[in-house]
């Protein structure tokens, strides 16, 4: 400790770096005149109210902020750097918990919606149920919980100097990698239910053991349907013999609403018109349709090998091709609507396996997407991350 006493004026000390010059708010007492007879210097006046006591007389917990006027906050830079100053403050920590809690709301924006459509659409729902809407929301809201839970342990009772960029970018890694196994986990199940029911609707329909009942109850109705007093009444609800079993009726009276189709698995009725003209003038009689349909059939079975030796096809077999063609005159005849007057022109199983495949299975193939997106995402991060500890950098003084 150097110290130099100006005349009239303070202490000026130099303890090092980090020490700032305070001002005494005591005024310093003023010497009495010196008499011409004195032989030594008049001494300064000392009064109890500005003595103090010692410079470094602290005990072990209390450590002087000011020495002699000198501002040094704990011995300035000689002190040791104490632990919580190394710690985040609160209010950083908050904002970090924030973001990232956004961040992780807007990835999971767009499968909740997705499991919140399946949710009411009544196809999908009527078919597998909620079940697997009800995980998907589970699992973006767990991702959520876990992250917010994570963020606030790790900020409040990890040590300090692991509270770095590094650390902060290896945990929102973990959890954006976390959502996307989560969501290509969800996509599978969800794929391979649009794929069985469209096979089943469209090939399987009538036997297949998740469409069979739903036909039996609609081939009942539509029993009821053709009565003779129930064809000409709005609605088979006002027919006699009429029962509510949910949640068939119901699904086959918001089905033939929303995609206006008549029929579920109805085996269509081709009407055969007869032209007797035509018939006379080919000379045409039960034989002679008899000959048509197997030659036609003789024709459609010949194998491609066969076809290909032989280019041009006998022309008996395509006049008797063009005559029964002339011959039949299919129309397909739908049955009638069972819950309104409508009479649609449409397959309602058609319809419900299109519409199935189109929105459960591009669901599917969107969530597994973006599940494959946030994996590559955090492999890039990770990767980049990787590099910049390869970069050289100038090292920083930190006592500058």
Known sequence: LKSTRLAHGPIISSLGRGCAWAPHSRAMSQPPPMSRG????????????YSTPPIFQASASQRPSTIGGLNCGGYGSLAPRQEHDLKVPAGMRNVFIAIGATLVLLLCVVPVWNA?????????????????????????????????????????????????????????????????????????????????????LMQRCDYSPETHRLFEYSQVLHNIRNAPGCEAKYSVEECDGYQDA???????????????????????????????????????????????????????????????????APQSVLGMASSAKDFHNPVIDFPPT????????????????????????????????????????????????LIGFCVHREPVDKNY
């Open 38 to 49: 004195s032989l030594s210097p008049p001494a300064y006046t000392t009064d109890p109210q």
């Open 116 to 200: 919140l459509a399946l949710l009411q659409d009544q196809n999908y729902v009527f078919w597998h149920g909620k079940n697997l809407p009800l995980w998907m929301l589970g699992l973006c809201a767990g991702v959520f919980v876990v992250f917010v839970v994570t963020m606030v342990c790790f900020f409040k009772f990890s040590v300090p100097q692991a509270q770095t960029e590094q650390t902060v970018m290896m945990m929102a890694n973990v959890f954006i990698t976390l959502l996307g196994l989560a969501l290509m986990l969800v996509s599978l199940p969800l794929s391979r239910q649009a794929t069985d029911t469209y096979t089943n």
């Open 338 to 385: 069972l819950f309104n007057n409508g009479n649609y022109k449409a397959s309602c199983d058609g319809m419900v396996a299109r519409d199935i495949k189109n929105f459960a299975g591009d669901v599917s193939y969107q969530t597994f997407y973006q599940g494959i997106y946030l994996v590559l995402i955090a492999i890039t991060t990770s990767f980049l991350k």
């Open 246 to 312: 949910a949640p068939y009726t119901t699904f086959l009276k918001s089905m033939e609403s929303d995609f206006r189709c008549s029929g579920f698995c109805y085996q269509h009725v081709r009407k055969v018109s007869e032209e007797p003209a035509a018939v006379a003038q080919e000379g045409g009689n039960a034989s002679k349709a008899d000959d048509v349909a197997a030659a036609l059939l003789l024709f459609r079975d010949r194998k491609s090998k066969t076809l290909q030796a032989d280019h041009t």
